[in-house]
Nanobody, 129 residues
């Protein structure tokens, strides 16, 4: 009965900021490795950012390093993605995902869809030039 619900998307000009939220129900966010993905029309879904359960270590796609920050508020049972210095190429539908799988190679697997067993419905981010 785990559900993920994204919010916080919208339209901004290049250079602006947005904070996306992913509310987790039916479980606790601290139990899962979690990630943000995005998909633009005609393109494959790509991993944007990842955060480990427990320790809180993170991974980021090269395209967003230094601009995006993934975080988790266990008390609020919510995952966040702070997006700064947004670019038109960041325009996409953004999805949160959760995994209970015990991978030993998350450093290479995190950006693939395969490890994740729960997905949200997505929230649209549009960045204009």
């Amino acid at each position: 009965q785990v559900q993920l619900v994204e919010s916080g998307g919208g339209s901004v000009q290049a250079g602006g900021s947005l904070r996306l939220s992913c509310a987790v129900s039916g479980s606790t966010v601290s139990m899962y490795h979690m990630a943000w993905f995005r998909q633009a029309p005609g393109k494959e879904r790509e991993g944007v950012a990842f955060i480990f359960a427990g320790g809180g270590g993170t991974y980021y796609a090269d395209s967003v390093k230094g601009r995006f920050t993934i975080s988790r508020d266990n008390a609020a049972n919510t995952l966040y993605l702070q997006m700064n210095s947004l670019k038109p190429e960041d325009t996409a539908m953004y999805y949160c995902a959760a995994s209970t799988m015990a991978y030993d190679v998350w450093y290479v697997a995190w950006s693939s869809e395969r490890p994740y067993n729960y997905w949200g419905q997505g929230t649209q981010v549009t960045v204009s030039s």
